[in-house]
């Protein structure tokens, strides 16, 4: 029981970070209906410029993160602004290679800038508590805590504010929006801002864990994008569930089934739930 418990304190450690990631492409995805193959690559900046903050500035962790978090969000109205915008009107295969062609540069600037090897984030919750026969870091204890706590920032934002109505709006009918005097351009900017700036989070808080390195985001795109297939496309709560169960399932089966599978499962998942339900668990109407 003790083991078992451990093991969904570790999935609930997993899926928090996935969530976050995920939260983010799916609102990305609601505004502008593309897989934002580049979010992976936010994912990776975030960790490096967290990094460079507390190694090279000095700066304390959270403060590192915070700054992360910024410089990510305008990293991601950038992309918004230079590449998406002027494809609005394109071909949609056109915004598809773009965000493969940013992700391409991030990666090469990555591995030019600070090199390919591997390194390591300290952190100031690396203490190990034991409770009740359970192990656990603050670490991870300081993941599950700040997702939870963003999680719900995120939904009074989207659900009592006017820019958060905006964007929920505006990913149910952007022409809707418009013709009611939303300005979709600032909604647009502000959806990539929040979307990288939880990308960088993300990164933030799993890299002490992990480490930083230009190909980190790979393997997390990968399963957000699972995850959102999973949840519903552009469905938010069917993200943040999403990636639990993801979580949850990868690390209960890397304890019974197979360490060497657990990356696996995540699409062994998607296939069953897809055949299932093939609009995903929690897909929007008419989607």
Known sequence: ??????????????GSVYSLVALGLTLVYGILHIPNFAHGALYMMGGYVTLTM?????????????????????????????VFYPLRDAPPLHDKIAAIGILLFLEAFAQFVWGADYQTMSTPYGNVINVLGLTLTMQRVLIIVSTIVIMILLYFFLKKTFIGASIIAMSQNREGANLVGINT??????????SGSLAALAASLASPINLVFPGMGHLVILKAFVIIILGGMGSIPGAIIGGYILGFSESLGATYISNDYKDIIAFVILVIILTVKPTGLFAKEGQ
């Open 185 to 194: 351009n600032k909604v647009a900017m502000m959806t990539f801002m929040i």
């Open 54 to 82: 507390m190694n090279q500035a000095g700066l304390p962790y959270w403060m590192a993160i915070i700054i992360s978090m910024i410089v990510i969000g305008l990293l991601g109205v950038l992309m918004e602004r230079l």
């Open 1 to 14: 029981m003790e083991l078992l418990i451990q093991q969904l304190l570790n999935g609930l450690t997993v």
